[in-house]
């Protein structure tokens, strides 16, 4: 997650947009590594809820997943 304050970093100076992944390395997001040095790492395990507030960016990477068998 990347918090409010540094949103700044992440876009695309001239398109306002945003990277499609935090850890490329693209010219066209030059301050990409200003954000990185602020990312907030959470792992979330099976069963819990992580809330993400508005205006904190956030990539998901999936590492597994989890098989409820209801019986």
Do not use: K
């Not at 992440?10 to 030059?30: A, G, H, K, Q, V």
């Amino acid at each position: 997650m990347v918090g409010p304050e540094y949103a700044q970093y992440l876009c695309n100076p001239t398109t306002n947009s945003l990277p499609s992944d935090i850890d490329i390395e693209d010219p066209r997001f030059p301050n990409l590594h200003i954000a990185r040095q602020h990312v907030i790492t959470v792992t979330q395990y099976p069963t819990e809820t992580i809330f993400v507030p508005s205006g904190w960016h956030h990539q998901v990477t999936n590492h597994g997943y989890l098989f409820l068998n209801f019986h």
